[in-house]
């Protein structure tokens, strides 16, 4: 049974430049989590994905950005990249009725802005 | 805005001995509570979990304690093992909330030999 997977698994941008991650979810697993996590601090909730729609957003400017595909997929992008950018990007797995919040996370991508 | 934080960054403690971790959070309105561990590289795994309605929580050799009056949260680790060095994070939610996870900044579990 796959657990939560995740690519790149490190990544070099420039500021300015845009950067695209991708997760996929746990098996069985339909709504996918993303958080971003600076060194040295827990991770901060960017935003939650289920049914394809963006069901809940943290507090990230829009640069922050994603998607889900129907296979339950998700992409996170971020535009216009800042050295503040610069985390670890988890992704988490779940599924309704979220009453239960034991996410699955996955290893995470390594973004580095320089 | 509110959030979940952890009292002490490094806590060192010796191979064999309990250890203890604590939190404090100050959304009233969370009402379940995880504590996760991250290995150097890893992402977040799940140790425990309680509820708002518990006030302690039995798993394999860890236990959660949760205080509402005072809005603390602890993690007890029995016999502690070298493979338990970690950062350790509590995280609070609130059930059916699609608010994500609100995390404290970790505690750092050092197991001397």
């Known amino acids: 049974d796959a657990g939560v997977t995740q690519s790149p698994t490190h990544l070099i941008k420039t500021r300015g430049q845009q950067v695209t991650l991708r997760c996929s979810p746990k098996s069985g697993h339909d709504t996918v989590s993303w958080y971003q996590q600076a060194l040295g601090q827990g991770p901060q909730f960017i935003f939650q994905y289920y049914e394809e729609e963006e069901r809940q957003r943290g507090n990230f400017p829009d640069r922050f950005s994603g998607h889900q595909f129907p296979n339950y997929s998700s992409e996170l992008n971020v535009n216009a990249l800042l050295l503040g950018d610069s985390a670890l990007y988890l992704c988490?797995?779940?599924?309704?009725?979220?009453?239960?919040?034991?996410?699955?996370f996955g290893p995470g991508t390594r973004l580095t802005v320089t | 805005g509110e959030s979940v934080g952890l009292h002490l960054p490094t806590l060192s403690v010796q191979e064999g001995d309990n250890s203890i971790i604590n939190c404090a959070y100050s959304?009233?309105?969370?009402?379940?509570f995880i504590w996760y561990k991250q290995e150097s590289g890893k992402g977040p795994q799940f140790i425990i979990d309680i509820r708002s309605n518990m006030d302690k929580r039995q798993g394999q050799r860890v236990t959660v304690l949760l205080n509402k009056t005072v809005k603390h949260l602890s993690l007890q680790i029995a016999a502690t093992q070298p493979g338990d060095s970690a950062v350790y994070f509590c995280a609070e939610a609130i059930s059916g909330g699609a608010d994500g996870l609100t995390f404290g900044k970790g505690t750092h579990l050092i197991i001397q030999p």
């Open positions: 988490a797995s779940s599924s309704p009725p979220w009453t239960d919040y034991e996410q699955y």
């Open positions: 959304n009233s309105a969370s009402d379940y």
